[in-house]
C-alpha cells in the first residue's frame, strides 16, 4: 500500500545483494512473446507491479500466462480476449500495448490508474492513425480507445516526451499488412530502443534504423518463441551502487556488463564522484573512495536522478546533473518534488536551466512524502543512511511499483528501519 510510512536512521551498509529483476526487460519481453505462436519462458521474471500490468495486458490480448513457478511461462496468441486492458501505474506497459493493442480489428481500451492518468499520451494519436487506426485520448491524457488494424506505412514519431511508445511501434508493426518506416524527431532514452530491438531479435524479428532517425520495419515477420533470462535491472540497482558510495561497500550480483540498459551510465557517474568501483566475477561492488562534487548527463538515463540527488547529498561541493527537463512526466514532477522533499530534510538543491544542483552537506532529517514515486521513496531511503536524524518516509509502499523486496533488503543489508 502506498500509505505506508517507513522511517530509516542512520545506517552503515554492508554486504550482497541481488538486483532486481528489469521491469524494462520484462515487459518488452512479455509483449514479444504474447505474439509468438507457442510457449515462451521467462527465468528470472520481475513480478513488481508494472510488470504484473503488462502480464494482464497480454492475457487480455489472448495469451496464456503461468506465473506459478519459478519461471512465467507464456503461450503467445493474439486473440483479443476483451474490451479493455487494466495497465495500473505503469507508464511503458501503456505505451506498449497501445501500439500493440492496435494490431486488433476489435476496440480496445488501456485504462491507468494513480499518477499515470496525468501522465502525457498525446504522442499516440497521430501515428497510430497515420498508420490505420483509429484511436482516441481524453485531451491527450489516458484512457485510450484504439481499434485496429494496423496497416503499416509512414509515420513521424515524436521521441522528446518517451521513446516508450516507439518500442510499442517497433513491437507491433512487423505484424502489420505492410512495411513501414517511422520517422523519429528529437528521441530521448536511445538505450532502450536498443533494448527493444534486442528484445525483438531474440524472438527472431528484425528492425533496421538510420543512425535513429528512421527505423524500416518489415511487414509480415514471424515471432518464434524464446527462452528469455530477465536481466538485473540498473535502474534499481543504482540506489545500492549510490549507497555503497556514500554508506558502506555493496556488491550487487545479477547485472549484465553489456546491458543495453540507459543506466548502466550509473557507472560513469559512480567515477565522477571518486568512488571505488571493482567487478569480479560477474559482481559489482561499490565502496566510498575520496568523494567529490561531480557533474553528469542523465538526459538519456532519468531515472538515475533520485539515486544520483542523494548520492550529491554525501559529496562535498555543488554537484550538478542534467536533464530536468525529462523529469516533468514521471510518476511525479520529479525534479520538483527533489527539491521540496530533500529540502524539509536539509537538502540544498535547486535548478538552473536544464541542471539540476546539490550542494553536499550532511542531512538533518525529517519527514518526505514520497508523491507516489518509488524512486523517490527509495532515494529518500539511501539519503537517510547519513542523515542526523531520522527521515519517515510517508508513502514507502510505492517502491512495490518496480521493487517489492526494496526495504527488506535494505535492513538485511545493515538499514535500521522502523514502521
Keep these: 500500500m502506498t500509505s505506508e510510512t517507513k522511517s530509516v536512521r542512520s545506517s552503515r551498509l554492508e554486504g550482497v545483494v541481488d538486483a532486481p529483476p528489469s521491469k524494462s526487460h520484462m515487459q518488452r519481453a512479455a509483449a514479444a512473446a504474447l505474439l509468438a505462436e507457442g510457449i515462451t519462458v521467462l527465468r528470472r521474471p520481475s513480478l513488481c507491479d508494472d510488470a504484473k500490468a503488462a502480464l494482464r495486458a497480454i492475457q487480455a490480448l489472448g495469451a496464456d500466462v503461468d506465473d506459478s513457478g519459478p519461471d512465467v511461462r507464456i503461450r503467445g496468441g493474439f486473440r483479443p480476449q476483451t474490451r479493455k486492458i487494466d495497465c495500473g501505474e505503469a507508464g511503458l506497459c501503456f505505451r506498449l500495448?497501445?501500439?500493440?493493442?492496435?494490431?486488433?480489428?476489435?476496440?480496445?481500451?488501456?485504462?491507468?490508474?494513480?499518477?499515470?492518468?496525468?501522465?502525457?499520451?498525446?504522442?499516440?494519436?497521430?501515428?497510430?492513425?497515420?498508420?490505420?487506426?483509429?484511436?482516441?485520448?481524453?485531451?491527450?491524457?489516458?484512457?485510450?480507445?484504439?481499434?485496429?488494424?494496423?496497416?503499416?506505412?509512414?509515420?513521424?514519431?515524436?521521441?522528446?516526451?518517451?521513446?516508450?511508445?516507439?518500442?510499442?511501434?517497433?513491437?507491433?508493426?512487423?505484424?502489420?499488412?505492410?512495411?513501414?518506416?517511422?520517422?523519429?524527431?528529437?528521441?530521448?532514452?536511445?538505450?532502450?530502443?536498443?533494448?527493444?530491438?534486442?528484445?525483438?531479435?531474440?524472438?527472431?524479428?528484425?528492425?533496421?534504423?538510420?543512425?535513429?532517425?528512421?527505423?524500416?520495419?518489415?511487414?509480415?515477420?514471424?515471432?518464434?518463441?524464446?527462452?528469455?533470462?530477465i536481466e538485473g535491472d540498473w535502474s534499481g540497482a543504482s540506489i545500492w551502487l549510490a549507497a555503497g558510495a556514500a554508506e558502506g561497500k555493496i556488491a550487487v550480483r545479477g547485472l549484465r556488463r553489456d546491458s543495453r540498459q540507459a543506466d548502466t551510465k550509473m557507472l560513469e557517474a559512480l567515477d565522477a564522484c571518486g568512488a571505488r568501483v571493482a567487478w569480479a566475477g560477474g559482481v559489482l561492488s561499490v565502496e566510498p573512495g575520496r568523494l567529490r562534487s561531480f557533474s553528469f548527463d542523465a538526459t538519456d538515463a532519468p531515472d538515475l536522478f533520485p539515486a544520483l540527488t542523494?548520492?550529491?547529498?554525501?559529496?562535498?561541493?555543488?554537484?550538478?546533473?542534467?536533464?530536468?527537463?525529462?523529469?516533468?512526466?514521471?510518476?511525479?514532477?520529479?525534479?520538483?518534488?527533489?527539491?521540496?522533499?530533500?529540502?524539509?530534510?536539509?537538502?540544498?538543491?535547486?535548478?538552473?536551466?536544464?541542471?539540476?544542483?546539490?550542494?553536499?552537506?550532511?542531512?538533518?532529517?525529517?519527514?518526505?512524502?514520497?508523491?507516489?514515486?518509488?524512486?523517490?521513496?527509495?532515494?529518500?531511503?539511501?539519503?537517510?543512511?547519513?542523515?542526523?536524524?531520522?527521515?519517515?518516509?510517508?508513502?514507502?509502499?510505492?517502491?512495490?511499483?518496480?521493487?517489492?523486496?526494496?526495504?527488506?533488503?535494505?535492513?538485511?543489508?545493515?538499514?535500521?528501519?522502523?514502521?
Excluded at 487506426?133 to 480507445?145: H, I, K, M, Y
Excluded at 547529498?313 to 530533500?342: H, Q, Y
Excluded at 527521515?391 to 521493487?403: D, R
Design 97 to 229: 500495448f497501445s501500439a500493440i493493442a492496435a494490431l486488433s480489428s476489435r476496440t480496445v481500451v488501456l485504462s491507468a490508474r494513480g499518477t499515470l492518468r496525468a501522465r502525457p499520451m498525446d504522442m499516440i494519436e497521430g501515428p497510430l492513425r497515420r498508420l490505420g487506426a483509429v484511436c482516441r485520448t481524453e485531451g491527450g491524457f489516458p484512457p485510450l480507445e484504439v481499434r485496429g488494424p494496423l496497416r503499416g506505412g509512414e509515420a513521424d514519431v515524436d521521441g522528446s516526451v518517451s521513446s516508450q511508445f516507439l518500442s510499442g511501434l517497433l513491437i507491433a508493426l512487423p505484424k502489420a499488412e505492410t512495411s513501414s518506416v517511422l520517422r523519429v524527431a528529437d528521441l530521448k532514452s536511445r538505450p532502450y530502443i536498443d533494448l527493444t530491438i534486442e528484445v525483438l531479435e531474440g524472438f527472431g524479428v528484425r528492425v533496421d534504423h538510420d543512425h535513429y532517425r528512421s527505423f524500416r520495419i518489415e511487414a509480415g515477420q514471424s515471432f518464434r518463441p524464446a527462452l528469455v533470462e
Design 310 to 419: 542523494a548520492l550529491a547529498c554525501r559529496c562535498p561541493g555543488t554537484s550538478r546533473i542534467k536533464g530536468i527537463g525529462r523529469l516533468a512526466n514521471k510518476e511525479s514532477d520529479r525534479a520538483s518534488v527533489l527539491i521540496r522533499e530533500f529540502g524539509k530534510i536539509g537538502g540544498a538543491l535547486g535548478r538552473n536551466g536544464d541542471w539540476l544542483e546539490i550542494r553536499g552537506s550532511r542531512l538533518r532529517g525529517g519527514e518526505i512524502e514520497s508523491h507516489g514515486d518509488h524512486r523517490i521513496a527509495m532515494a529518500a531511503a539511501i539519503a537517510a543512511l547519513g542523515a542526523r536524524e531520522p527521515v519517515l518516509i510517508a508513502g514507502s509502499g510505492c517502491v512495490a511499483k518496480s521493487y517489492p523486496l526494496f526495504f527488506e533488503d535494505l535492513k538485511r543489508l545493515g538499514g535500521d528501519i522502523h514502521e
